[in-house]
């Protein structure tokens, strides 16, 4: 059926795109969410004491969050190649 309507089939790769592109997007802000935990952790850890001694020791450093930068929020722009215009 899809051979028969083209414009179908492009409207479920358009669709299946965009499903990959909102999973990558939501793999990426766990990622993030998971690496700020941890960072979290890692910097109440270095001030608690007893592990502030043994963090002072090794010259353990708090770790900043991870925030993306203004340009770094843009969507970026994805082309679908010479049929979409």
Do not use: C
């Not at 941890?38 to 963090?55: E, G, H, K």
């Amino acid at each position: 059926m899809a051979e028969n309507y083209p414009q179908l089939r492009a409207a479920e790769n358009f669709a299946e795109l965009q499903s990959e592109i909102s999973r990558v997007e939501d793999q990426i802000q766990f990622a993030r969410r998971y690496y700020n935990a941890v960072v979290r952790d890692l910097n109440v850890r270095i001030a608690q004491f007893p592990s502030n001694i043994v963090a002072g020791l090794f010259s353990f450093q708090p770790r900043e969050f991870f925030e993306a930068g203004a340009t770094d929020r843009d969507s970026p722009e994805v082309r679908l190649g010479a049929s979409a215009a």
